[in-house]
């Protein structure tokens, strides 16, 4: 065994890859660190600017006036803070608004706003753990395996070899194993380091390796066993590269269209312009009925006096939710549609490793699709809470003092 | 003479690689991966197309039904605005998947483009995107280096190329006629490429414009150098490279660079260097400005107070009251006039920031053909950020427009007199000055164009210093 090891470090190019490989680990890791970083410091100075904010603001809607006004002129910010390993897999994380605000309005009119990314950012996608893991280690291991019988075979040392070997199955098996060993520490040296230094659980990291030991060991077996049947080691090369290209680009590709084609989903912008027209066609329509729709989910509130002149904040907001229910189930609809496309994409994964592998770090680094609908499922929680807080203050008119501000309900 | 035997060289060549068992799976395999990606690519942008249009025409139609109205209503009623995709896009999607699509345009207020498609895509996205451009970016130089990586060292390896040599072939003709072989069919494949997309365009749009022909012909212009360069890398990798293998590993190392982790790292770099500040963070900043300026409603605001005074010397009154239009008209256009400025002012900041890191991206380029070929294949298809960012300008050019029309109209169709009480006719948003958002000519994406394709011309040159380099430095 030890032997092994040798012969592999006797190899310039394989040495130099295998630094090339631990340094990308590095820079992914410390690329994907910042990044999240950066994000957690905007939240928190967002929070800290709402915070900053709050006394003038108490001060200015906190002296009896109208609850309508404060809930049209008050925004709440909410926000989707990431999780401990969200830096090793920064999936949907940067093209996602993390930090939105929200106010008593209607909720669909807001759930989708904040988008302020680089396009062109996200189109290169992000270099991070995952990346590193999922395209560069298979490299590195058809690097390390491709020619482990051919090279042999040769320089005619094939036959040699076989007859000297006592057990020819466990002479293989063993540089095989050399060279997964060699192609695993290539990732998880540079992660053990990030995790002790960071301090962060060692289960977490632990499972981490072994997912990415059980990743590595698919593409080295692959690799070393074709070079049984290929002549050439070029040609196993070859043939190694176009599976990498396969697995880990087209294949992945070319489902993601077809899971989208079967799953059609309707476009934002459609359940957007449908919520528009419902919100003013209101303004036209008598009152009462605004409120039929309304009382039906809040019936508490039926038995308030009727609104006759122009306007009133109660009928504004009723009119603001009877829109969203409207909509309501279009959108859940969509939801339920987003879903299955994911749940489509994640069965793949039982075939391919590298879409396997991509679902295990997303869920573990939580930047997937499942957790964006979770933080739109929150806010629409966090909007609930706020008009069920801000309805006695409409109905019953009573008036919104700086007690009644303070006690406004707060996102988590 | 000298010519036909160069000639012989790239016909033996072929001829090899004709024979080869190995060439049938390769050549049908990038067939069917081009025309794959064509097909769905192009599929994908028609949907996108349709779903447009279909926003659209509704928007359109819940625009003009509107009912009589106060213009106020309808400032906040909104309209959307849609953005515009070249022909092209279906060929290079580029930057647009990850663009949102529809604006919401209201007074008071610029809202962020919304309903991008990566959002809510499943991780199958960070694969990449599956497009011709890509192919030919990508994938392309890939199967040129298993073609081409033991086009020369082969020679060398197998004894064949002393024997050459000794017949008379000078070793520099022989090498040229070797990147010829490899060559000459890259490029046909763009041009057929190219000619395709003449033809599709015409059975499409029953014409070919000025517009479309010089986009396709500078993009066969440009992979064609694009390819040309891969084929010069592999054709002097492989006469430098003792073994055919070691050959093959150094060009799936810089292919590994140049095509696959260099572009990401570039951005990334970029996004290190500049962050872009978050819309949120914008808004606050907003604002705080606009408190700063003043409060319309406050009847003592130092601000609005001398807009006031202002009018009314203008119209030589006394009193509001007294005012030929409707002061409250008067009062938000001038609100709308301040809070566009300052919105505009913070969004700019963030315009500028992005400008800032596909700068930087772009003069990576002078260290890599593909990200030049990227910037460029982009530009053409009008799916850049720069058209992104020139679609948002437009957008906000629109909103401010309709919103001071309909201010306009509150001024001198709406009585000051119980003014929230009146309705105006709907004829006025019917007549209201709307366009559509079209793209920018090719003209526009100028100067990235001039760039990457000096790039591409650099990388030309460089590739000709080292394609002789490698002939001197090769021994038989």
Not at chain 1, 254 to 281: C, F, M, W, Y
Request: some cysteine; glycine content about 4%; hydrophobic content about 50%.
């Amino acid at each position: 065994m030890k032997f092994e090891f040798k012969l592999i470090f006797r190899q310039k190019l394989v040495l130099s890859a295998l630094l090339l490989s631990m340094l990308f680990a590095a820079i992914a890791l410390w690329n994907g660190w910042s990044k999240i970083e950066t994000i957690r410091q905007e939240i928190n100075a967002a929070k800290q600017a709402e915070t900053l904010r709050f006394a003038e603001k108490i001060q200015h809607y906190g002296n009896g006036g109208l609850a309508g006004e404060t809930g049209y002129y008050v925004f709440h910010t909410v926000y989707n803070m990431p999780a401990q390993w969200s830096f090793i897999s920064l999936g949907n994380r940067n093209f996602s608004p993390h930090i939105q605000r929200v106010r008593l309005l209607g909720l669909q009119a807001q759930l989708y706003d904040g988008e302020s990314h680089n396009p062109e950012y996200a189109v290169a996608g992000n270099f991070d753990f995952a990346f590193v893991v999922i395209f560069i280690l298979p490299l590195f291991c058809i690097a390390l395996a491709h020619d482990l019988c051919s090279i042999e075979r040769n320089q005619n040392r094939l036959t040699l070899l076989q007859s000297l070997a006592a057990k020819p199955f466990r002479f293989w098996a063993q540089r095989l194993l050399a060279q997964w060993i060699i192609a695993s520490i290539s990732i998880i040296l540079p992660l053990v380091i990030c995790t002790a230094y960071l301090q962060l659980p060692w289960l977490d990291c632990l499972n981490i390796c072994l997912v990415v030991m059980l990743y590595a060991l698919f593409w080295i077996v692959i690799s070393g066993a074709l070079s049984f049947y290929l002549l050439k080691p070029s040609t196993n090369a070859i043939l190694c590269l176009n599976i990498w290209l396969l697995i880990t680009i087209l294949i992945p590709n070319l489902a993601s269209i077809l899971i989208n084609q079967a799953t059609p989903v309707i476009a934002g912008a459609e359940i957007a312009l449908a919520n528009r027209q419902k919100t003013h066609d209101a303004w036209d329509l008598p009152k009462q009925t605004t409120f039929d729709a309304f009382f039906k989910e809040y019936p508490e509130w039926k038995d308030t006096p009727a609104v006759t002149g122009r306007f009133h904040y109660k009928w504004y907001y009723a009119f603001q939710h009877v829109a969203d229910v409207s909509v309501r189930e279009a959108a859940q609809q969509r939801e339920q549609a987003l879903l299955q496309r994911d749940a489509n994409s994640r069965a793949l994964g039982i075939v391919l490793p590298s879409v396997a592998m991509q679902y295990w770090l997303d869920d573990l680094a939580q930047n997937n699709l499942e957790n964006l609908l979770n933080y739109r499922q929150k806010i629409s929680q966090f909007h609930r809470q706020l008009r069920e807080y801000f309805y006695p203050y409409l109905f019953n008119e009573t008036p919104f003092n700086a007690a009644d501000f303070q006690a406004m309900p707060k996102f988590q | 003479m000298i010519h036909s035997i160069l000639w012989q060289i790239v016909r033996f060549e072929w001829r090899r690689f004709w024979r080869d068992k190995s060439s049938l799976p390769i050549a049908l395999g990038l067939i069917l991966t081009l025309a794959t990606s064509l097909y769905l690519s192009h599929y994908q942008f028609q949907q996108r197309h349709a779903q447009q249009q279909k926003a659209h025409d509704i928007s359109q139609a819940q625009w003009m039904d509107q009912p009589d109205r106060h213009p106020h209503r309808v400032a906040h009623f909104g309209d959307f605005a849609f953005k515009p995709e070249h022909i092209l896009a279906g060929f290079d999607e580029g930057a647009n998947a990850f663009t949102g699509h529809v604006l919401f345009l209201e007074s008071h207020r610029q809202n962020s483009a919304n309903f991008n498609d990566a959002t809510e895509s499943t991780a199958l996205l960070r694969f990449g995107q599956f497009t011709p451009a890509f192919v030919l970016q990508v994938v392309m130089p890939l199967v040129l280096i298993f073609i081409g990586f033991a086009v020369v060292s082969q020679e060398r390896e197998q004894g064949s190329l002393q024997q050459l040599v000794a017949t008379g072939v000078k070793l520099n003709q022989f090498i040229l006629g070797k990147l010829l072989a490899l060559a000459i069919p890259s490029v046909a494949l763009v041009f057929l490429l190219g000619v395709a997309g003449f033809v599709f365009v015409l059975a499409q749009t029953g014409g070919l414009s000025m517009d479309i022909v010089s986009r396709i012909a500078l993009l066969i212009l440009s992979y064609s150098l694009y390819l040309f360069i891969w084929c010069m890398v592999i054709t002097a990798v492989s006469t430098l490279a003792k073994h055919s293998q070691s050959a093959l590993v150094l060009l799936i190392a810089l292919w590994l660079i140049f095509c696959i982790a260099s572009p990401r790292l570039g951005h990334e770099i970029a996004h290190q260097l500049y962050p872009t500040p978050s819309l949120v963070q914008a808004d606050f900043a907003a604002e705080a400005a606009l408190e700063k300026i003043g409060d319309s409603h406050n009847p003592d605001d130092p601000h609005f107070n001398a807009f006031k005074i202002s009018v009314l010397k203008q119209y030589g009154v006394e009193k509001i009251e007294d005012l030929p239009v409707n002061y409250n008209g008067l009062l938000m256009q001038e609100g709308e006039r301040l809070s566009t400025q300052v919105y505009s002012d913070q969004h700019e900041k963030i315009a500028q920031r992005m400008l800032q890191q596909s700068t930087l991206v772009s003069n990576l380029a002078w260290l890599n053909p593909a990200i030049a070929i990227q910037q460029f294949s982009r530009a053409i298809s009008a799916s850049d950020l720069a058209h992104h960012q020139a679609f948002l300008a437009d957008a906000e050019r629109q909103r401010f427009k309709t919103v001071q029309y309909l201010n306009g109209l509150q001024t001198h169709e709406v009585q000051h007199e119980s003014d929230k009480e009146q309705r105006i006719s709907q004829q006025f948003w019917q007549k209201a000055p709307r366009e559509d958002i079209v793209l920018p000519g090719i003209q526009f994406a100028k100067s990235v164009l001039l760039q990457s394709i000096a790039v591409l011309i650099a990388w030309l040159v460089l590739g000709g210093l080292l394609f002789n380099y490698c002939v001197k430095r090769s021994n038989i």
